[in-house]
């Protein structure tokens, strides 16, 4: 079995003896981990240089491990706040149909060509729930920190070029849950969104789960779709334009 499959096994197993709990309303701490299956679309480009992600630098989707922490305290005025942390590490190895460029590397027709795209990502959310009666909405801002590299190499030439970027960026967030009363499933999502200076970031997931008094906590696990639309304009020498999206599966325990 497949490590992925393993987590996904060992994530459904984890609530299967869970009993039931509203989830709309909860203060306290919430820490999580799950997994997602991210598949990329689009490019990158650096010297006026552009790479397709699929096509020439032959990425594929992979499965990357994800972690959340959220404060949910009961005081009104003081912001509640949400640390996630996602990684994003891709790579592609193949054979080049049509000669590409990127950066100061030439990959020519037919040359075998090595990838890797980072693009790690930390979140740091201040929220307030203004509501949360049946369902809460959280408005608040997201601070997102991106460090990533892109690395690529002509492996038939040995020519080869990494460009590194980082940096901080403000994002608008905001999140729906809705609960089944008596039940312990809900539904919702939750996004963040950038658009400034030639840069456009949109952050989405949806998901739905089942949360569950467990003794002194309540656990409780969640599938859904991620989806982040990318948009950089000259960031740390980096112009990209991509798409990741695919399905995540996560556990989470609240005190």
């Known amino acids: ?40 679309s689009g490019h990158v480009q650096s010297e006026g240089n552009r790479a397709d992600v ?3 630098l032959r990425v594929d989707s992979d499965t990357q491990v994800f972690f959340w922490a959220d404060f949910r305290h009961p005081v009104p005025l003081i912001p ?7 990684p994003v590490d891709l790579s592609g190895d193949g054979r080049v149909r049509n000669e590409f460029s990127f950066g100061d590397v030439t990959v020519g027709t ?16 201040i929220y307030w729930t203004p509501w949360s009666l049946l369902a809460d909405v959280d408005l608040g801002l997201n601070i997102k920190y991106i460090d990533g590299v892109v690395d690529v190499r002509d ?6 070029d990494r460009i590194s970027y980082s940096g901080p960026l403000p994002m ?3 999140r729906v849950e809705v609960g089944v009363p008596g039940t312990g499933f809900y539904g919702g999502g939750e996004g963040s969104f950038l658009a400034y200076s030639g840069h456009r970031i949109l952050d989405v ?7 569950a008094s467990f003794g002194p906590a309540a656990l409780g696990v969640e599938a859904g779709w991620k989806r982040q639309e990318v948009r950089l304009d000259d960031f740390d020498d980096l112009d990209a334009d991509f798409t990741l999206e695919g399905p995540y599966l996560g556990v989470s325990a609240h005190f």
């Open 1 to 40: 079995m497949r490590m992925r499959d393993r987590l996904a096994a060992m994530l459904l197993f984890t609530a299967l003896p869970l009993g039931a709990t509203q989830a709309a309303g909860l203060t306290g701490i919430n820490v999580g981990v799950g997994v997602w299956n991210q598949s990329p």
């Open 205 to 211: 997931t949806v998901r739905g789960g089942y949360r």
């Open 110 to 125: 037919d040359n075998d060509v090595r990838a890797d795209v980072e693009f790690d990502q930390t979140d740091f959310i």
């Open 172 to 174: 608008l967030y905001g």
């Open 155 to 160: 492996r038939t030439s040995g020519e080869s």
């Open 80 to 86: 509640r706040v949400k640390l996630q942390h996602t």
């Open 54 to 56: 699929e096509d020439d």
